[in-house]
T-cell receptor, first 110, second 115 residues
Framework: EDQVTQSPEALRLQEGESSSLNCSYT??????LFWYRQDPGKGPEFLFT???AGEEKEKERLKATLTKKESFLHITAPKPEDSATYLC???????????FGKGTRLSVIA | GAGVSQSPRYKVAKRGQDVALRCDPI?????LFWYQQALGQGPEFLTY????????KSGLPSDRFFAERPEGSVSTLKIQRTQQEDSAVYLC?????????????FGEGSRLTVL
């Protein structure tokens, strides 16, 4: 069974304190790995897609990386507005649905 | 429209009532998905439409759940004889193509509370 595990479940950072979120996966035939941001009471908002090991994507203070077993979302010098739940999802293939992890709740304190 | 629109945003139902949740996807988007998100969990797949065809309903938890997209645009998720375990946020997402490019655009969800 395809599985996506995110850690930690929750993370509290001081403003400016860089850190990383982890997404590990056990799937057969990864077609893509996706990161989404979800604010309370909102739907998930797309951040990145990674397709192959070694690939990196950046957006403002966020950088996503991918290996054959896991992905990291690095947050550099976070600000309070970066507080949200970050969801990782994998696409196995065909017209199959994205399989999501449970997310990491990030709180950035000023 | 500019984004995926869902209604109602909040619904409170008594156990045993039927509910209908509506999704209006981004205009022209071929693919439409329904997900269920319990508190503190990630979204879980319910069903998938390509135009008006329901190609995958493997995630629907029971035969009380029914979804349709009769004209290939607006979709309705219906839950019959609601139970407390149906309480969750129901998310709708759409995608422009049929290929598995992966990027989904989500609505804000419909929060269902069953008393």
């Amino acid at each position: 069974e395809d599985q996506v595990t995110q850690s930690p479940e929750a993370l509290r950072l001081q403003e400016g304190e860089s850190s990383s979120l982890n997404c590990s996966y056990t799937v057969s035939g990864l077609r893509g790995l996706f990161w989404y941001r979800q604010d309370p009471g909102k739907g998930p908002e797309f951040l990145f897609t990674l397709y192959s090991a070694g690939e990196e994507k950046e957006k403002e203070r966020l950088k996503a990386t991918l290996t054959k077993k896991e992905s990291f979302l690095h947050i550099t010098a976070p600000k309070p507005e970066d507080s949200a739940t970050y969801l990782c999802a994998v696409l196995v293939g065909g017209n199959t649905p994205l399989v999501f992890g449970k997310g990491t709740r990030l709180s950035v304190i000023a | 429209g500019a984004g995926v629109s869902q209604s109602p945003r909040y619904k409170v139902a008594k156990r045993g009532q039927d509910v209908a949740l509506r999704c209006d996807p981004i205009s022209g988007h071929v693919s439409l998905f329904w997900y269920q998100q319990a508190l503190g969990q990630g979204p879980e797949f319910l069903t998938y439409f390509q135009n008006e065809a329901q190609l995958d309903k493997s995630g629907l938890p029971s035969d009380r759940f029914f979804a349709e997209r009769p004209e290939g645009s607006v979709s309705t998720l219906k839950i019959q004889r609601t139970q407390q375990e149906d309480s969750a946020v129901y998310l709708c997402a759409s995608r422009s193509g049929t290929r598995d490019t992966g990027e989904l655009f989500f609505g804000e969800g419909s929060r269902l509370t069953v008393l």
